[in-house]
């Protein structure tokens, strides 16, 4: 402490000299009634000692202590008497032990105010003592016995209660997606192993590296807004890859071809193949892969009819996503270029 | 139902003495809290302790089915946890080396975890995976029948401040890195261990407690030791080595610990420090040693006793003795080196605070009532002495009350208690 406070404090001090003397404290409760305490009893509970020596408060009614709302009067008084008895350094263990466990015999209720005001004067041995009592009420019984003793509403549905308990912080689109690319893997490894099963001879993409960037620079002019023009130009990237054995594999050959390439689209579509949230590109793969296989044709013309109706429920999200995420891209790459 | 209009009486109550009573309920009572109402759903998922044994799951008498839904039930509890853990107790005699231990241990390094208690079932013991030593936090471990293996890049748990390793494979010496490479180590017990020859540097080392087969022990740095316990088992092995060793164990042991306070020893203790010529005596004065409990003390052996009285002439303010004897012949007249008594023994020296001293195990071999006559002449202020006969002896109890009774007290208030079983 510094000289100032020193100083400051000073006059204070005397006061609680002298009010030590008298040694009464002034408490107030939130109904307003004032009760004088001794002070012994009273300065065992950390909250009031503070206001007492910090403040300087209590000494008078004009200056009682103003107790925290939870403390009713008659908390006020189990309190004190609790403190009156434990204050006493004469009580052995044993005794304590046993003063203990005959007070904290009182209903349910009393207990809950009891806990929730020793709390607010900071008691931290009886808040110890209440909360071994309210646990050795709720241990061992049924959830219907406790919410009888405690009168908790039994707003839980059914259904609630036997669900798994959901993580708070889920974000609910993720879900759904996380939902569909589990379901659509699980149908392109089934896909998987009937290919292995045919023996397919391995046909390498042999298309160049010059047909490519001109397949990509090409498109670069009309694909910037336009949702199903880069869905259909996606999805004849798609079908040409379709013809080699596994999509996935050529995909990332090309991801590695292509990475030295400045072309925003191409680092869009292929940039993405490593996100994590763009496992939705798989999904949608799936989706566009697996009417290639009934027909070479433009994608809009020949969607399957059960397939459509599951891109028009799920795929706008899906798509949205997708858009979203190629349009920042496209935007970074812009900033990048132009400086 | 009750009474529906009547107000919540606990779902109030501030989230830190909710916690308080969810800590005080066993791990399965504080998890179904979760279906009681809406607001109760989530206040059990940030507990911070987490203790789990066999109580947690229906007991039946398929092992097989109890390991399974323990196994399911500490994984789901993880699962469905949020926010740091910091004490997390696994006690159970089912699981032994299961790969989910290694799954919660990873889980449990993420979340900033600081006591560990792995107490796991016999049969093949569970290696600890490296995970472990990723959790820079631990301050307390606790592994019961684990195999220990620190990899070569760890460089020591920075707040441990408690250890604790009971039938732990581990070789010597990664014990000794494991203990000097934690500063802040007080608490250390090693119990079980086999043919262990440990050097021990820790200089905030407040509380050590050995059990099992060492070859040697020296406290090389353990300035602020207060209480020890040891209890040093014999092999042919170390028997041998005891025979050849040329130290001084007592200098070793005791040489360097000025702040000790209390001092248990049981089995070979007295006869471990009773090895090693004494190269000049370099007396240290024990000011702080209150206690003193020494079992198995052989009264055949002079060098014990040489030990023991060593011990204590250098404690001025020793309280309280304990000794337990271990002598395998039945009173005999004849001893040898009975002359010391009243020859060599150590002049000048009163037991000036000396209160309370047991005898526990007596034979009345000469030895034992010449050291129980040494004491109540030199206790001015003793209050109580009791003397409990080994269980063996039935002919010599006469002999030994009427010895007793000669003795002289120096303490006039001194009270002797002869234990009769």
């Known amino acids: ?199 397919e001879e391995e046909r390498a993409d042999d298309r160049s590296v010059d047909d490519l960037l001109s397949f990509i620079n090409g498109d670069n002019g009309d694909s910037k807004g336009n949702k199903t023009s880069k869905s259909k130009k996606k999805n004849r990237k798609r079908k040409d890859q379709q013809k080699s054995t596994s999509t996935n594999e050529t995909i990332k050959n090309h991801n590695k071809e292509l990475n030295g390439l400045n072309s925003v689209r191409c680092s869009a579509e292929v940039g993405q193949k490593s996100w994590a949230t763009s496992n939705l590109l798989d999904v949608e793969d799936d989706i566009f892969a697996s009417k290639n296989e009934l027909d070479d044709g433009d994608i809009d013309d020949e969607i399957d009819p059960a397939l459509k109706e599951k891109i028009d429920r799920n795929g706008h999200v899906i798509l949205e996503f997708h858009f979203k995420a190629w349009c920042l891209i496209f935007f970074n790459c812009l900033v990048i270029e132009n400086p | 139902m009750g009474d529906v209009s009547a107000p919540d009486l606990i779902s109030d109550l501030p989230q830190s003495i909710v916690e308080s009573i969810l800590t005080r309920l066993p791990i399965r009572d504080a998890v179904r809290t979760s279906i009681l109402s809406s607001r109760w759903r989530y206040k059990w998922a940030t507990l911070t302790q987490l203790l789990f044994d066999e109580k947690c799951v229906i007991s039946s008498n398929d092992r097989c089915k109890v390991e399974d839904s323990l196994v399911k039930f500490i994984t789901r509890t993880l699962f469905l946890h949020q926010g740091p853990i910091h004490k997390f107790q696994l006690t159970t005699s089912h699981l032994q080396c299961c790969p989910d231990i290694d799954q919660w241990l990873l889980f449990l390094s993420r979340n900033d975890i600081k006591e560990l208690v792995l107490e796991l079932g016999e049969g093949e013991w569970f290696r600890v995976p490296s995970c472990l030593f990723n959790c820079k ?142 190269l000049g005596r370099l007396p240290v004065t024990y000011v702080h040693l209150k206690v003193v409990e020494l079992n198995q003390v052989s009264f055949e052996d002079m060098k014990e006793i040489l030990v023991v009285l060593r011990l204590i002439t250098n404690s001025p303010n020793l309280r309280e003795l304990q000794i337990s004897g271990s002598s395998n012949t039945l009173a005999t007249i004849d001893a040898p080196d009975l002359d010391f008594w009243d020859d060599e023994r150590p002049s000048d020296c009163t037991f000036k605070q000396l209160k309370l001293v047991k005898m526990t195990d007596m034979s009345g071999v000469p030895h034992e009532m010449e050291f129980i006559k040494f004491l109540l002449a030199n206790s001015p202020v003793l209050e109580m002495m009791s003397i409990s006969p080994c269980v063996y002896v039935m002919d010599g109890r006469l002999n030994m009350l009427i010895e007793l009774l000669r003795f002289r007290r120096a303490s006039a208030q001194a009270e002797i208690l002869f234990i009769q079983d």
């Open chain 1, 1 to 199: 402490m510094s000289e100032v406070d020193m100083a400051v404090i000073k006059p204070e001090r005397l006061q609680i000299c002298s009010q030590m003397m008298n040694s009464y404290i002034c408490l107030q409760t939130a109904d307003g009634s004032i009760q004088q305490v001794e002070q012994e009893v009273a300065m065992f509970c950390p909250m009031i000692c503070h206001e007492v020596i910090q403040k300087g408060m209590g000494s008078s009614k004009n200056c009682a202590i103003s107790l925290p709302q939870r403390v009713n009067p008659a908390m006020l008084s189990l309190i004190l008497d609790y403190c009156r008895f434990h204050q006493v350094p004469g009580h052995s263990n044993k005794e304590r032990k046993s003063f203990d466990e005959k007070f904290i015999r009182m209903d349910t209720k009393r207990l809950c105010e009891l806990t929730s005001a020793a709390d607010s004067l900071q008691l931290k041995p009886l808040v110890d003592l209440t909360s071994r009592a309210l646990a050795r009420i709720i241990e061992g019984k049924s959830p219907e016995e406790i919410r009888e003793i405690f009168h908790l509403p039994d707003d839980l549905t059914e259904e609630e209660k036997l669900e798994p308990l959901k993580n708070t912080t889920d974000d609910p689109r993720i879900r759904l997606l996380n939902r569909l690319y589990a379901k659509k893997r699980k149908e392109l490894k089934e896909r998987q192993k009937l290919k292995n099963d045919e023996v």
């Open chain 2, 137 to 278: 936090k631990l301050t307390r471990l606790d592994l019961f029948r684990c195999e220990f293996d620190p990899p070569p890049s760890f460089k020591g748990f920075l707040c441990l401040k408690s250890l604790n390793l009971h039938q732990v494979l581990v070789s010597p010496e990664a014990i000794e890195s494991l203990i000097s490479s934690c500063p802040l180590l007080e608490s250390l017990a090693l119990s079980y261990f086999d043919s262990l020859a440990l050097t021990i540097i820790a200089p905030n080392l407040k509380y050590l407690c050995l059990e099992g087969e060492f070859k040697d022990i020296c406290l090389e740095n353990t300035p602020l030791l207060v209480a020890m316990s040891v209890a040093m088992y014999m092999t042919d092995d170390i028997a041998e080595h005891f025979e050849q060793s040329s130290s001084c164990n007592f200098n070793r042991f005791l040489g360097s610990v000025p702040r000790l306070e209390r001092l248990i020893g049981h089995i070979y203790f007295t006869k471990y420090l009773s090895i090693g010529d004494d």
